[in-house]
Every structure is written in structure tokens, then in C-alpha cells.
């Protein structure tokens, strides 16, 4: 027992701090539990009485064939058929048409509708869908994203509180009810309590989040953020053989031989050079990202001739495109540059725009380089920048391993750039209101996921059947090929969750279940059953905004049920405080990947979650502190 709670403690550590892969530490837990009972066996009667230990490699492996996973993993294909056919693309169009044009009722629309569809479909496809229309919302009415996405995240979570296919977590849950010979849920069978802690959380959203989370700028906006007098504008220029800035070099991090002009960042091949620019010595062909005025570019490239000028394909030498930045309000300047007046440099067509893209977790990019990929080739966009978890790395670009999450700000033709949002492996966030369109297999994924929510939903096969040959439908219709399907398959979750109930399942034989449901009631003795349960929810809220909620599930639904037994309530209360406990990241990023997901378009940092995520877990623990034990009679 005392050795399981080590290897628990241990791969929560690992969990928390990432310095090792969750693929790596999963399959880690995987073999040290193997190895331990196998030289230490857990003796126990077998089906037909004889002795055989109860921990085999076989009992512990066996959660790669667990029911729970195979849905959870099925889950995410049908949500990956749907990210493809844009089916909810053109919902949430809808919804917004339908608000009008009022920034706030567009926007609990918005969170309103995530929050209803988390609740049949898997979390991560839903806000894969729904960052680039929060971007576009925070575009038309002036707002920072980092306002609109943490919320967004935190929807879908508590959207996954309403029903037993709404996370992994809640399925989980129910399977490790199954385990260890317990009811399982039905379909609907938390479906109230959750809506009631969803509300509460949609108010708080709307009302209170936005005002504590921070005003950020993302890459692209920082670019045009320089020195004041007139809008400011990125140009992209390389340094000529001629050009006076050859071997000049930066004195006090900034780069004084371009005058009035800022310096923000110098791609020098596939290296991206950003500031302080404490060593940097220009030399020939080297761009830079510069911002300036209007006029103080003119006069300067004016001065330069054909010294300075930008890197266009197929521009002759001394050809100068000046690039506004992405906001909208700037594009009637670039098209007034289109034509200068006589300064002897002549404009051309072919304007370049910047754009931020994320990398979606269904990216055949992950765990590759830019030049493994073929960005450039293949987007006909260079990137300018990697964005991760809101910070900017400083390593080469050659040498970035990209991963789901990460933004590139890239930078390309407006049509170049367009082209990115039918491109699966990217996911473009700076987007215009018009609509993508719809697949023409759009009707047949829809088709499929209303008839996997309605068989699961009215009992009519095991949700594992349904979801399952949802999968096989999607690829059977032609919604997916093969690859892509394989590609929704997470490894995060493919090694994790079967090593959660690796864990699960030596916790309870060993007694350490039982053991620890004792100690805890040995803190509150004496007390009744809702403050028990009042506690253990707080108790389990903050674990899991640290280590996994899919591990918390496993772990701790069978110490919930013999607490419930040790005191003579519900087993179903604490079954259920379980679920939506492991449905509480709020306070840290690390706990569900939707947060993930949303640092780098919000740009957030690691601290914003608890700042907004706090008073909102404080908020669900007193509603579910009053309302579960009144609908449960404890």
C-alpha cells in the first residue's frame, strides 16, 4: 500500500512539473507498478478459486481495453469529423446573426453555446471551433482576447459537468463505479446539479471574469505597438550589400543606425533574432521587422535607394512593400500607399499581412520543426515568431519542436494567409467575420453525432457501442479518412488514463482507498454528512487544478465511495462531487488542455488562471456546499 502511494505521489509530481513527457511518465508508472507486483505479488482467489495475483500484468495493462478510454478516444474522433465539416462553424454563425450585433449578448451567446454543446461532445474540438470566433468577436467590438478566452475555456468545462459523455473525466467516474461493483451512471443522472453549478459559473463569466483579467496584446499587436505620432506600420526590408546598416551594430539593445524607426525583430534565414539586441551585427540580407510611421519610412527609404528594401519574390531591387499591421482600421492606409507621390520609390502590389495561427492538437505538425514541415513551402508564409503559454521563445526557430498550443505569427500575401483557414494543421485566430464554408459532408457528421447522443443517451447500447461506431461511421461515410482519424487519437490521453487506472486499481486492492477514506474521517469526526462532503470537494478541486483530471478521477472515485459507505450517505453524492471536482481547473493551466489551449491566443500567463480561476472555484464550492445536500436529502 505505502509503495502505491509512492508511485502516486511520484507520477502527481511528474504530472504537475512536466520536466518529463505525461506519455513518458505514464508508461513510467506502467512499469514500475509491473515490475513491483510482479516480484511482490498480491495473493487473492481467482474465478475458479485457485490462488493468482490479483495486480498481473494483465489486470494492470488492462486499461488499454478499458471501455471508458476506447470512448473517450472515439469521442474525439466524431468531435474531429466535426471540427473538418465546420458543422458548428455554422451554428455559431447563426446564434450570432441572431444577437444582433450587441457586443455582450453576442458574447453569452457565444459562451452559452460552447457550454451546451460540451455537454454531448468532447471539450477540446468545441473550443478548437469556437477561439477563432471569439477572436473575430473581440476584433468587431474592440475588445483584447485575453478578456474573451479564458472564459471560453471555463465554459466548456462546465459544460462538461451536465452529462456522463461530457468529459473524460465523467466517464471515468463511471467506469471506476463499475470496477469495484458499483451503480453506474446514467446518462442524465447528474444533469441538474450540473446545470445549477454551469448558471452560477456562466454569471460569474460574463459579469466578473472580464474584469479580472488582464488587458494583453498579442505578437502582431505588439509589433505596431512602438513610438507614438501616427499609426505605426511593420515593414519588412532586407539589408542591401550597400546599404549603410552593414556591420553596424546595437548599443544599449536598441539599434540606433535606423533613426526613428524601431527595430522588432530580425529573421536572418530561418533564424528569428528578437529583442534585446545586445550582440547583434547587421549584415547583408538580413530582414527586419520594423515599426515606424508612415512618413518616417518614406524618408528614410527614400535616403537608402535601393540599400534597404524588402525580401518580395519576384520584386526587382529597390521595390519597397510597406505592410500596415493586421487591424482592420489601417487597411485603407496601405491601399492609399498603393501610390506615392514623386520620391523616386515607387509602390507595387502584393501587400504582405501578419496573422497569428495556433497549432490545433490534431496537427500533423506536432513534435516537428519548421523546416521538418516545410512551413514556408508548403503555407507559402514565413513565420516570424513562436508564441508559447503567452511567453516568446528565444531559440532559434529551426530548433522549436512545436507543440498544441503554440501561436506563430506569421506573415504572408492576404491571400496566402487566407488560404491557412482550410488548412487542418493550423488554426487561424486572426480571422474577418466572413463565414468558412460548410463541408459537403457536414450533413452526415451531424447526422452521426445526433444518433451516438440519442443511443447513449436513451440507453439504447453501452455508450462505448456508440460512440465507437460513431467513429466507425465518420470514416465509413468519408467525413475522415484514416490518418485524420488517427490524428484526433491524443497520446496524452491513449497513455494516461490507462496508467490512472493502473494506479486506481493497485489503490483499492492494496487497502489504500480504504485507508485513506479512513483518515479523513478521522479529520471530521464528529461532523455531518454535507460538511464531509463539503470538504472532500474543496479537497479534490485543488488537486486537480495540479495533477490530471482523468487521474484524479480514477483515483479517487473508489476513497469517495468508501467514505460514503463509512458514514451512511449516498454513494451516488460522492460519486457525483468527484465528477465535478475533476471538472473545477480553473485556478492553473495544467490541469485541463483547454487551458492549455487558450494561453496563447488569450495571452495569458501562468498566474491569470488563478486570478480569475479562484474566485470562481470559491463561487461553485458554496453553491455546490448548499444545493447537494438539499437535492441528495443529506
Known amino acids: 500500500m505505502w509503495v502505491t502511494f509512492g508511485v502516486i505521489v511520484a507520477a502527481f509530481a511528474l504530472y504537475a512539473w512536466e520536466t518529463v513527457a505525461i506519455e513518458v511518465t505514464s508508461l513510467g508508472v506502467l512499469c514500475v507498478l509491473m515490475i513491483f507486483f510482479y516480484i511482490f505479488p498480491v495473493a487473492g482467489s481467482g474465478p475458479a478459486g485457485e490462488v493468482k495475483n490479483v495486480l498481473s500484468a494483465e489486470v494492470l495493462l488492462s486499461g488499454f481495453s478499458n471501455p471508458a478510454l476506447i470512448t473517450v478516444l472515439a469521442l474525439l474522433v ?69 478578456k474573451l478566452m479564458m472564459p471560453l475555456s471555463f465554459a466548456a468545462i462546465l459544460g462538461g459537468m451536465t452529462t456522463l459523455i461530457g468529459s473524460g473525466s465523467n466517464l471515468l467516474v463511471n467506469s471506476a463505479l463499475i470496477s469495484i461493483d458499483q451503480k453506474p451512471f446514467n446518462f442524465f443522472d ?28 498579442g505578437m502582431a499587436e505588439s509589433l505596431v505597438s512602438g513610438k507614438t505620432g501616427g499609426k505605426q506600420y511593420i515593414a519588412q526590408v532586407t539589408v542591401g550589400a550597400q546599404s549603410h546598416l552593414v556591420d553596424k551594430k546595437a548599443v544599449g539593445g536598441i539599434f540606433p543606425a535606423l533613426g526613428n524607426m524601431t527595430l522588432r525583430m530580425v529573421q536572418r534565414e530561418e533564424e528569428a533574432i528578437l529583442p534585446p539586441f ?63 507621390d514623386d520620391d523616386g520609390m515607387p509602390w507595387h502590389g502584393g501587400e504582405r499581412v501578419l496573422a497569428e495561427t495556433m497549432i490545433p492538437p490534431a496537427s500533423r505538425f506536432i513534435g516537428q520543426t519548421l523546416p521538418q514541415v516545410g512551413f ?94 460513431g467513429a466507425a461511421a465518420m470514416v465509413g461515410l468519408g467525413v475522415l479518412n484514416i490518418r485524420q482519424a488517427f490524428r484526433a487519437v491524443d497520446t496524452k490521453i491513449l497513455t494516461m488514463i490507462p496508467a490512472a487506472l493502473a494506479m486506481g486499481a493497485a489503490l483499492h486492492i492494496t487497502g489504500g482507498a480504504h485507508y485513506a477514506a479512513n483518515s479523513v474521517m478521522g479529520m471530521f469526526e464528529g461532523a455531518g454528512p454535507w460538511a464531509v462532503l463539503s470538504v472532500f470537494f474543496i479537497t479534490l478541486v485543488m488537486l486537480t487544478n495540479v495533477i490530471s483530471s482523468q487521474a484524479l478521477a480514477v483515483l479517487f472515485t473508489p476513497i469517495a465511495v468508501d467514505l460514503a459507505i463509512s458514514i451512511n450517505a449516498p454513494i451516488e453524492a460522492f460519486a ?38 479562484i474566485p470562481l472555484i470559491l463561487l461553485i464550492w458554496l453553491v455546490f456546499s448548499l444545493f447537494m445536500p438539499w437535492y441528495y436529502g443529506l
Open 78 to 146: 466524431i468531435g474531429q469529423g466535426m471540427v473538418r465539416t465546420g458543422v458548428l462553424d455554422v451554428a455559431a454563425h447563426f446564434v450570432l446573426k441572431c444577437c444582433g450585433g450587441a457586443s455582450w449578448l453576442s458574447i453569452l451567446a457565444v459562451l452559452l453555446t460552447a457550454t451546451l454543446v460540451s455537454g454531448f461532445l468532447n471539450n477540446i474540438p468545441v473550443v478548437v471551433i469556437f477561439i477563432p470566433i471569439m477572436q473575430a468577436l473581440a476584433d468587431r467590438f474592440d475588445m483584447p482576447p485575453s
Open 190 to 217: 447528474f444533469t441538474v446539479p450540473g446545470l445549477v453549478l454551469a448558471a452560477v459559473g456562466l454569471v460569474y463569466l460574463l459579469g466578473v471574469a472580464p474584469l479580472l483579467l488582464p488587458r494583453r496584446e
Open 278 to 340: 545586445e550582440d547583434y551585427q547587421a549584415r547583408p540580407g538580413d530582414v527586419l521587422v520594423v515599426a515606424a510611421t508612415r512618413q518616417e519610412i518614406q524618408n528614410v527609404l527614400a535616403r537608402e535607394g535601393a540599400g534597404l528594401y524588402p525580401d518580395l519574390e519576384g520584386a526587382a531591387a529597390g521595390a519597397v512593400r510597406l505592410t500596415a499591421g493586421h487591424r482592420a482600421e489601417n487597411e485603407a492606409e496601405v491601399a492609399d500607399d498603393a501610390q506615392l
Open 376 to 469: 514556408r513551402f508548403k503555407t507559402h508564409c514565413i513565420v516570424l515568431g513562436v508564441q508559447r503559454r503567452s511567453r516568446m521563445i528565444r531559440s532559434q526557430l529551426t530548433e522549436i519542436r512545436l507543440q498544441a498550443g503554440d501561436v506563430l505569427l506569421v506573415q504572408g500575401r492576404p491571400d496566402d494567409v487566407q488560404a491557412l483557414r482550410t488548412n487542418q494543421d493550423v488554426l487561424l485566430i486572426e480571422w474577418s467575420a466572413a463565414e468558412l464554408p460548410a463541408h459537403h459532408h457536414a450533413k452526415r457528421a451531424a447526422t452521426v453525432l445526433i444518433a451516438v447522443v440519442i443511443a447513449a443517451a436513451t440507453g439504447l447500447v453501452p455508450i462505448v457501442m456508440a460512440g465507437l461506431t
Open 576 to 613: 457525483v462531487a468527484v465528477v465535478f471536482a475533476a471538472n473545477c481547473s480553473f485556478a492553473s493551466p495544467i490541469g485541463y488542455q483547454t487551458n492549455l489551449m487558450v494561453m496563447g491566443p488569450g495571452h495569458y500567463r501562468f498566474g491569470d488562471f488563478a486570478r480569475a480561476g
